[in-house]
């Protein structure tokens, strides 16, 4: 039981705080810098236990460590069901931090995982490659676009490749776009490196990880993928069923239900973006599997050229999200069951 309850609304230059105690009355309401020697000076301000709350952003694990070094339980909230529980007409930083101090002495909290150091890090490698990935990307497609508007054919498939270098060198283009693609070469050279780089180091930790080396034995899944999945999923004991694991990809549609209607809209999209991407990657070689190639066809053919391949590639992801549990739950390598008998002709 906790003598006062705290809610925390974080911005960039300071941290709006609202004290209440346990019958709903105000204590305090001040603003205080999000850094090491405010949150310090906060953290020993109240001689009794605090119970605080903070939405899910940017520094709020910072908060959140720091206040828990000083005494403080606190709560990462989710900050889109926060929303949905306390919808307001008006919204004030003061506003926010004392409905989250209310949901917190109401026991309302819509509390969010937070992984540990040793995971955080795992993440933060395996999103860095991806984020090197999306700049070069990027870059290549500058490229492209230059190439386009001075109308130059790009007479190979891979315009990076040996022979499309080449071709970019000797390419004649009108100033500034000639240097410039020469600047973005010498860029994407660059990236090449980091990311090799970064595939090397996740390469080498993936085989230590407890659950790397049972997903790359799922089909679609490689050691970059597996370490990928893995520090999305962190701990798998958390889920306590294949549907909460699916559900925390994103991978699951929207459900509208009133009475008798029932309609089915587009995926929620919940969960780490980076997982569910990991996941769709994975299917494109998947689907190719005899554990799901008849059925990927199959929902492809019925749903049409339209609509078919994203559809099937996101029913076959949460499949193997399915049996992703299995193999981390069971610590067991991926081996899909056939049927129990023979069918009938």
């Known amino acids: 039981m906790y003598s006062l309850h705290a809610g925390l609304d974080l911005s960039r230059r300071r941290l709006d705080v609202c004290v209440v105690d346990p019958d709903g009355?105000?204590?305090?309401?001040?603003?205080?810098?999000?850094?090491?020697?405010?949150l310090a000076e906060l953290g020993t301000r109240y001689d009794s236990p605090v119970a605080a709350v903070i939405e899910s952003m940017n520094g709020s694990r910072f908060v959140h460590d720091r206040l828990e070094e000083a005494g403080w339980a606190v709560s990462v909230a989710d900050a889109r069901l926060v929303k949905?529980?306390?919808p307001l007409a008006a919204k004030t930083d003061k506003i926010d931090a004392r409905v989250l101090a209310e949901l917190s002495r109401r026991d309302l909290v819509p509390q969010i995982w937070l992984p540990d150091p040793d995971v955080?890090?795992?993440?933060?490698?395996s999103r860095f490659r991806l984020h090197l990935i999306h700049h070069r990307v990027a870059l290549k497609n500058?490229?492209?676009a230059a190439l386009i508007a001075y109308g130059k054919p790009c007479p190979v498939s891979d315009l990076f490749g040996r022979t499309g270098r080449q071709m970019l060198t000797t390419l004649d283009l009108p100033e500034p776009w000639r240097s410039n693609i020469d600047a973005t070469l010498a860029t994407i050279d660059h990236l090449d490196d980091q990311i090799r780089a970064c595939e090397i180091e996740l390469r080498q930790l993936g085989a230590t990880h407890p659950y790397v080396p049972l997903l790359v034995t799922a089909p679609g899944i490689g050691p970059i993928l597996g370490y990928t999945i893995a520090a999305e999923i962190g701990d798998i004991a958390r889920f306590a069923t294949p549907k909460k694991l699916v559900g925390y990809t994103g991978l699951c549609p929207r459900v509208d239900q009133s009475g008798e209607r029932d309609r089915r809209g587009p995926i929620t999209k919940n969960g780490p973006r980076y997982l569910r991407w990991a996941l769709i990657e994975a299917t494109i070689w998947a689907a190719r599997h005899p554990a799901y190639r008849d059925r990927y066809q199959h929902t492809k053919t019925r749903l049409g050229k339209q609509r078919g391949t994203k559809v099937a590639r996101v029913d076959i992801a949460r499949r193997l999200t399915t049996a992703i549990w299995h193999m981390l739950t069971k610590n067991e390598t991926f081996n899909p069951a056939g049927p129990a008998f023979a069918l009938a002709a």
């Open 120 to 125: 955080r890090a795992d993440r933060e490698r």
């Open 84 to 86: 949905g529980l306390a």
């Open 142 to 144: 500058r490229i492209h």
């Open 25 to 38: 009355d105000l204590v305090e309401e001040l603003a205080v810098r999000p850094d090491s020697l405010g």
